[in-house]
Nanobody, 125 residues
Framework: EVQLVESGGGLVQAGGSLSLSCVVP????????IGWFRHAPGKEREGVSS????????FHADSVKGRFTISSDNAENTVYLQMDGLKPDDTAVYYC??????????????????WGQGTQVTVSS
């Protein structure tokens, strides 16, 4: 079983910043794609950003381009999601997920096999 450990999140005012982190088991880190997804009440689950630590390829949903940055610390097998310019619409439970790296990198839920427990992000207006 692949266990993903998320941290970060919390409450912030609109325009503020938050950072999420996801620790991935070392045995999977170099060969997997790591993605961040979110799910808000009354809305469909949405892919946010993904990264392939193997080669640094990243992919962002249009809704977060220019505001969110995904990165990886390969020495610490950790993926980060830096969220700037947060909006109330960004409020959701954010999940880290891992799956076999396929080219091109996507945010297709079906390509991610392992999921974290989720962390709440709340943006007040």
């Amino acid at each position: 079983e692949v266990q993903l450990v998320e941290s970060g999140g919390g409450l912030v005012q609109a325009g503020g910043s938050l950072s999420l982190s996801c620790v991935v088991p070392r045995v999977k880190f170099d060969v997997y794609a790591i993605g961040w997804f979110r799910h808000a009440p009354g809305k469909e689950r949405e892919g946010v950003s993904s990264i392939a630590p193997l080669d640094g390829t990243t992919f962002h949903a249009d809704s977060v381009k220019g505001r969110f940055t995904i990165s990886s610390d390969n020495a610490e097998n950790t993926v980060y999601l830096q969220m700037d310019g947060l909006k109330p619409d960004d409020t959701a439970v954010y999940y880290c997920a891992a799956g076999e790296y396929r080219v091109p990198l996507t945010l297709n839920f079906n390509e991610y096999d392992y999921w974290g427990q989720g962390t709440q992000v709340t943006v007040s207006s």
